[in-house]
């Protein structure tokens, strides 16, 4: 079991650049999180779906930002023209999703973007 | 809709004493309390999780946290930490039924010296 994997690793844009994030939750999870965290904000949720669902994207600022889950195996977070204040470590986190809420999370090591 | 606090950012102490990290949660119902742990240029691992029966419930490692309802508080401890135990600490709460999303403190950062 490789865990949550999420790609790139790191990530440098331009101003104004698109970013595409890839979260591959762990085989058979079935709810995927999406969470920002900085330094001084600390983990904000972003998103979340359940059986590639979009069930909570109350945390998502509302232009830019958009997330999918087109499959099973894969969500994408893509940030349309990128602003410096977007810059961040993205984490992905997926669970098994039975439909209990006390589920632990399982985090990948997340994406940092870095936007100049 | 359910939150977080960690009053304290940073929180330093000596190797081999004890530790509370502390967190306050807002949620009008029960929730399900957690503490994770983001070890250095590592992913957030789950120390525990609680719900109910005992307020006090033991975790990996040597931690322990104890939920009190009528503090709204989940604070984390341990006896005697190593200097391994530096990271950075986060609360998170759930709730019970409906929207299962998970809300996050801001996290304290454990520096343990020598």
């Known amino acids: 079991n490789a865990g949550v994997i999420q790609t790139p690793r790191h990530k440098v844009t331009g101003k104004g650049q698109e970013a595409t994030l890839w979260c591959e939750p762990i085989s058979g999870h079935s709810a995927v999180f999406w969470y920002r965290q900085t330094i001084v904000q600390g983990l904000e949720f972003l998103t979340y779906?359940?059986?590639?669902?979009?069930?909570?994207d109350s945390g998502m600022p509302k232009e830019r930002f958009s997330a999918q889950m087109p499959n099973q195996s894969h969500s994408t977070l893509k940030i349309q023209s990128t602003q410096p204040q977007d810059s961040a470590v993205y984490l992905c986190?997926?669970?098994?999703?039975?439909?209990?809420?006390?589920?632990?999370?399982?985090f990948g090591h997340g994406t940092k973007l870095s936007v100049l | 809709a359910q939150s977080v606090t960690q009053p304290d950012a940073r929180v330093t102490v000596s190797e081999g004493a004890s530790l509370q990290l502390r967190c306050k949660y807002s949620y009008s119902a029960t929730p399900y309390l957690f503490w994770y742990v983001q070890y250095p240029r590592q992913g957030l691992q789950m120390l525990l999780k609680?719900?109910?029966?005992?307020?006090v419930v033991q975790g990996v490692n040597g931690f322990e946290a104890e939920f009190s309802k009528s503090d709204s508080s989940f604070h984390l401890r341990k006896a005697s930490v190593h200097w391994s135990d530096s990271a950075v600490y986060f609360c998170a709460v759930s709730a019970a039924t409906g929207n299962y999303k998970y809300v996050f403190g801001a996290g304290t950062r454990l520096k343990v010296i020598a």
């Open positions: 609680y719900y109910s029966g005992d307020p």
């Open positions: 779906f359940r059986n590639q669902a979009p069930i909570d």
């Open positions: 986190a997926s669970s098994l999703g039975g439909g209990v809420s006390n589920e632990r999370l399982f």
